[in-house]
């Protein structure tokens, strides 16, 4: 039986956005499961342009930080997306980070209030049309259990694969067992033959968030509390630059893919026996950039 295709991250970088939907366009050709964007660049912008420019592959944010913008733009840009799309547009958002809070100048409040505060004035907005599903980016439980409680789906980030079913078991058994209910998580994928290459590109993309509390806090209580401490050391004595040393092979190995294509596919079915239905590849090559990347992702799922 061929394998059923993951969805991916896709990036509309600053002069290739054309060319992004270009790929857009190829990824729903070969019949990915989906594309979800980031939050850089853009990305409701980006969904829009899908929305207009493909024709059946579901796609959304992954996600939209909820204090970029006022919740009637929000709804009003996401309305005209589900509906342009024909019902394809899946709003993801979250609380994002502290850098990000910083750079958008807003002064958060508690995530959870935030969140709920947020979903309750969304649907709240009339006369616009019917609004899309929305999923909410989790890392820990009681995220993780408002999800199940007031959304459509829940996603995570650079999640553990070996602590995904004391997370999952946060949501109500019946969001678990519904198809419909999304169930995602962005993982860093490097396909090479050179596995060690292949280690050091995720090590480097994964080092942003081993600097956020938040992030390290997840990995402690998923069992990598040596890790975690050293990483925090290492910060506490201005040594950033020795921060993807220690992440270990072994979290390597539970938070993200790598390695030669057979052992990315392999890793794509462990995900979905973990209960992540929906998994999301974010690309990354040791050869180039994220067009490189995608190049071999089409390879190893062709």
């Given amino acids: ?35 979800y964007t980031p939050s850089m660049f853009g990305n409701m912008s980006f969904c829009e342009a899908l929305a207009w420019n493909t024709g059946s592959i579901p796609f959304g944010t992954a996600i939209a930080p ?20 024909g019902g394809r547009f899946r709003l993801g958002i979250g609380v994002a980070h502290g850098p990000s809070h910083v750079r958008m100048g807003v002064t958060p409040g508690k995530p959870l ?17 019917t609004l899309p599903p929305i999923t909410i980016a989790a890392l820990r439980r009681k995220m993780v259990a408002l999800a199940g409680e007031i959304a459509e789906g829940v996603v995570f980030a650079n999640a553990s694969r070996s602590h995904m079913a004391v997370s999952l078991a946060a949501l109500p058994a019946d969001k678990r067992a519904d198809p419909g209910f999304f169930i995602g998580n962005m993982v860093p994928t490097c396909i090479s033959d050179d596995i060690e290459a292949a280690k050091a590109v995720n090590r480097r993309t994964l080092t942003s968030y081993g600097l956020l509390p938040n992030y390290r806090n997840y990995w402690k209580e ?16 201005g040594r950033q630059a020795d921060v993807p040393k220690y992440f270990s092979d072994k979290w390597l190995a539970d938070n993200t893919l790598f390695g030669p294509a057979a052992m990315v596919r392999e890793g794509v079915e462990a995900w979905r026996d973990a209960g992540v239905r929906d998994l999301i590849i974010v690309p990354s090559s040791a050869a180039g950039n994220q067009i490189k990347a ?4 089409f390879a190893t799922f062709g």
């Fill in 222 to 237: 998923a069992g990598y509390q040596a890790e975690m401490d050293a990483i925090e050391t290492a910060i506490a004595e």
């Fill in 66 to 85: 909820i204090y970029q913008r006022t919740i009637s733009d929000f709804a009003q840009s996401a309305a005209v997306m589900h509906e342009v799309s």
């Fill in 1 to 35: 039986m061929p394998q059923i295709l993951p969805a991916l991250s896709l990036v509309a970088v600053p002069g290739r956005r054309r060319r992004t939907i270009e790929i857009a366009q190829e990824i729903e050709r070969r019949g990915f499961a989906g594309l």
């Fill in 113 to 129: 209030g935030d969140i709920r505060g947020f979903v309750e004035r969304f649907r709240a907005q009339e006369g616009l049309g």
């Fill in 294 to 297: 995608l190049e071999e992702v």
